[in-house]
């Protein structure tokens, strides 16, 4: 997540692709640099004006991590209001469940890639860290859609 996520006074309408390998999700880590709270959000990113949200999906995990994506099944809308980096945003999101099309994403331990002019991290992580409150999964009821 970068400054660019937040649009002052505007809704961001964002697209995630929810990723299982058995009991671990693929997130990437994040930081706020005010809270230094680092927290885990799945990828993806903007939908742009006229783009469909699967269409984005898949745009945004190419462009991020150079994946492509397979057995794409939307799951739900999710209304996300936070505080990131001082600011206040708002998000509607596009949640879809998914697979990678090569199977080395599942293999990887972690991945670095650039969002702008970030660098961020990508990596596998059990599901009960998220669960048991050690680290912060966001948003908070994305991991009702974790389950089975």
């Given at each position: 997540?970068?400054?660019?996520?937040?649009m002052q006074?505007?809704?961001?309408?964002?697209?995630?692709?929810?990723?299982r390998?058995h009991?671990?999700?693929?997130?990437s880590?994040?930081?706020?640099?005010?809270?230094?709270d680092?927290?885990y959000?799945?990828?993806?990113?903007?939908?742009?004006?006229g783009?469909?949200?699967?269409?984005?999906?898949?745009?945004e995990?190419?462009e991020?991590?150079?994946?492509?994506?397979?057995?794409?099944?939307?799951?739900?809308c999710?209304?996300?209001?936070?505080i990131?980096?001082?600011?206040?945003?708002?998000?509607?999101?596009?949640?879809?469940q998914?697979?990678f099309?090569d199977?080395k994403?599942?293999q990887?331990?972690?991945?670095?890639f650039?969002?702008?002019?970030?660098?961020?991290?990508?990596?596998w992580?059990?599901?009960?860290?998220?669960?048991?409150?050690e680290?912060?999964?966001?948003?908070?009821?994305?991991i009702?859609?974790?389950?089975?």
């Open positions: 997540m970068t400054d660019g996520y937040i006074g505007k809704i961001r309408v964002i697209v995630l692709g929810l990723i390998s009991d671990r999700i693929f997130v880590e994040c930081e706020d640099p005010v809270k230094q680092t927290f959000r799945a990828l993806g990113g903007g939908i742009e004006f783009e469909h949200s699967i269409d984005a999906l898949q745009r995990f190419q991020e991590i150079k994946a492509e994506l397979t057995n794409i099944k939307y799951l739900a999710l209304e996300n209001f936070f990131f980096n001082g600011e206040a945003g708002h998000e509607l999101i596009q949640l879809y998914c697979e099309v199977p994403f599942y990887l331990e972690s991945l670095a650039a969002d702008g002019e970030w660098i961020f991290t990508a990596l992580m059990p599901l009960d860290r998220f669960r048991s409150g680290l912060r999964l966001v948003p908070d009821k994305f009702d859609y974790c389950e089975g």
